[in-house]
């Protein structure tokens, strides 16, 4: 008898933390192709009805990539409760962000940092923390991201901007100058925010040069360079 409990217990304990999420077909849509793939790894993919005809080889093959990056697909379900929530008010908002929170946890705490899916995965869990109202968390998570991969520019872009939405405009500004010299040559959105978080703080002149990089480096938006060209300084 003691036996039979003991099983049940660990049963019922599997059921409770195993992945279980039921995706739309316009949600499976708006996925890029890693996603799909590390969905279709997990039980409710296979559950899904999105992938009737894959091949116990293409089985292996997605498992090994979903597994590689930390249980991906919970990540992947995470960006989903994200944007159920940003549609959601009240209850359904909270508990889709606390889920989201959770979901995108189980892979942060798995994926390797040399996976080049983690800083893209760092980035997501701190947005799903400030939207969460875990904001002090969520500068902790970016922090950590700069840390672990300071050559990578979305560490800094996504810090500063949170930065700069809680009226932290110089911390934000600090940021992005701190990044390494290498990356203001090679990113053209670090350039373009740092452009654009200068000319907010009424130093035009200073945005200009980060402004001149950022559309030498292809940035396709041209609101900076308008907002310049009316203050007078165009090019």
């Not at 992938?51 to 990539?65: C, G, I, L």
């Not at 995108?104 to 400030?130: L, M, S």
């Not at 520019?153 to 949170?162: G, H």
């Amino acid at each position: 008898m003691r036996i039979l409990i003991g099983v049940l217990l660990v049963l019922t304990s599997f059921q409770i933390k195993a992945f279980n999420f039921t995706l739309t077909e316009r949600e499976f849509s708006i996925w890029d192709e890693r996603c799909k793939m590390a969905f279709a790894a997990s039980g409710a993919g296979r559950r899904s009805g999105f992938y009737p005809n894959m091949t116990a080889e293409r089985n292996k093959e997605v498992r090994e990539f979903a597994e590689a990056a930390g249980g991906a697909w919970h990540y992947c379900a995470g960006l989903i409760l994200l944007q159920r929530a940003y549609s959601a008010t009240g209850k359904e908002r909270e508990e889709n962000l606390t889920r989201a929170v959770r979901e995108i946890k189980f892979t942060v705490v798995r994926i390797p940092q040399e996976n080049q899916w983690y800083p893209e995965i760092y980035v997501d869990y701190a947005r799903a923390q400030y939207l969460n109202n875990n904001k002090i968390d969520a500068f902790i998570t970016l922090q950590q991201l700069i840390t672990t991969h300071p050559s990578h520019s979305l560490a800094y872009t996504a810090l500063a901007y949170y930065l700069k939405k809680e009226n932290k405009l110089d911390q934000a500004i600090t940021t992005l100058q701190n990044a390494p010299e290498l990356l203001k040559n090679e990113s053209a959105e670090l350039n373009y925010f740092l452009g654009w978080y200068l000319m907010e703080a009424n130093d035009s002149k200073a945005a200009l040069e980060y402004a001149k990089r950022a559309y030498a480096l292809n940035y396709p938006v041209p609101t900076l360079r308008q907002r310049l060209a009316a203050k007078g300084l165009s090019w």
